[in-house]
Nanobody, 121 residues
Framework: QVQLVESGGGLGQPGGSLTLSCAAS????????MGWYRQAPGKQRELVAT???????NYADSVKGRFTVSGDNVKKTVFLQMNSLRPEDTAVYYC???????????????WGQGTQVTVSS
C-alpha cells in the first residue's frame, strides 16, 4: 500500500515563504511524475506545479516565478518551495505521485491527505 505524507503547511506572512514536503512509502516500481494541487474554499482543485521523473517542470501561471517544485526520485519525495506568498495562495495543498507498483500494474495517481496553507498578516 502506497501512502503519501505531507508536512510543512501552516501560517505564512504575505511576502514570506513556506516549504511543503511530501514523502511516499510503500512499494513503488516506477515513478512517472509528482507535484502539487491546491483547493481554496468554495473553489475547485487546481494544479499548482508538477515535475516529471526526468526533471521537467510545469507551473500554474499564478505561481510562476514564486514557487519552485522539485523531486527526489530515489527518496520518492516532492517539495514545493513557496516564496512571495500572497493571501490568494491560501488553500489546502495536496501532493500526488503518478506511479506503478509492479511490473503488471497500471499507472495510477496517489494523493496525500492535504495540508493547510494560510497566508495572512
Amino acid at each position: 500500500q502506497v501512502q503519501l505524507v505531507e508536512s510543512g503547511g501552516g501560517l505564512g506572512q504575505p511576502g514570506g515563504s513556506l516549504t511543503l514536503s511530501c514523502a511516499a512509502s510503500g512499494i513503488i516500481f516506477r515513478l512517472y511524475g509528482m507535484g502539487w494541487y491546491r483547493q481554496a474554499p468554495g473553489k475547485q482543485r487546481e494544479l499548482v506545479a508538477t515535475v516529471t521523473s526526468d526533471g521537467s517542470t510545469n507551473y500554474a501561471d499564478s505561481v510562476k516565478g514564486r514557487f519552485t517544485v522539485s523531486g527526489d526520485n530515489v527518496k520518492k519525495t516532492v517539495f514545493l518551495q513557496m516564496n512571495s506568498l500572497r493571501p490568494e495562495d491560501t488553500a489546502v495543498y495536496y501532493c500526488y505521485l503518478d506511479i506503478r507498483t509492479g511490473v503488471v500494474s497500471v499507472p495510477r495517481t496517489y494523493w496525500g491527505q492535504g495540508t493547510q496553507v494560510t497566508v495572512s498578516s
